[in-house]
């Protein structure tokens, strides 16, 4: 499965439309753009959703993490399962989603996104498990935040005008 980004601003979308025709094989500069864009996803991951925090994880999901025991004789929780509580991180339990994001540039676009098969219900939501009886809220990963339309543009200019990118 791919899940394909596509630049929401109209005007950059036009800007890069343009400068393809223009140029002909715009390869190299989405390339960078797409190194760009790669990373800027991954700081979605270690922010745990931007601009808005992601839902929670349900407490049933929590619990699944931990192991062993998880209570003391006292009946508090054991170091183990706080640990394994408050450490939890969303999207992240083995790393996988977050180390499949890659992406292709062409001569005129740049695809960004993951080929595992449970990527879709974690980014849109949905139902899930057997039956679809879980409801998996929509967690967006695979997006572009404010401020990275003008770093594109920015990187776009640098490349026109042979300047390195950074």
Request: hydrophobic content about 35%; cysteine-free.
């Amino acid at each position: 499965m791919e899940i394909s980004f596509k630049v929401a601003a109209e005007e950059t979308r036009g800007f890069l439309h343009r400068l393809a025709a223009a140029l002909g094989d715009t390869t190299p500069a989405n390339r960078i753009i797409g190194e760009y864009v790669r990373g800027s996803v991954l700081k979605n991951f270690e922010a745990q959703g931007r601009p808005e925090p992601w839902t929670p994880l349900a407490d049933a999901t929590l619990w699944g993490r931990v192991r062993g025991k998880k209570f003391t004789k006292r009946g508090g929780l054991t170091k183990n399962a706080e640990r394994r509580i408050s450490g939890a991180r969303i999207l992240m339990r083995t790393g996988r989603l977050r180390k499949s994001i890659g992406y292709l540039a062409g001569k005129d676009k740049v695809t960004i996104g993951t080929n595992l098969i449970y990527s879709a219900i974690q980014q849109f939501g949905g139902m899930a498990g057997r039956g679809h009886q879980v409801e998996i809220p929509a967690r967006p990963y695979l997006m572009l935040q404010d401020e990275d339309q003008p770093a594109i543009e920015k990187i776009l200019g640098d490349w026109l005008l042979g300047r390195p990118p950074g």
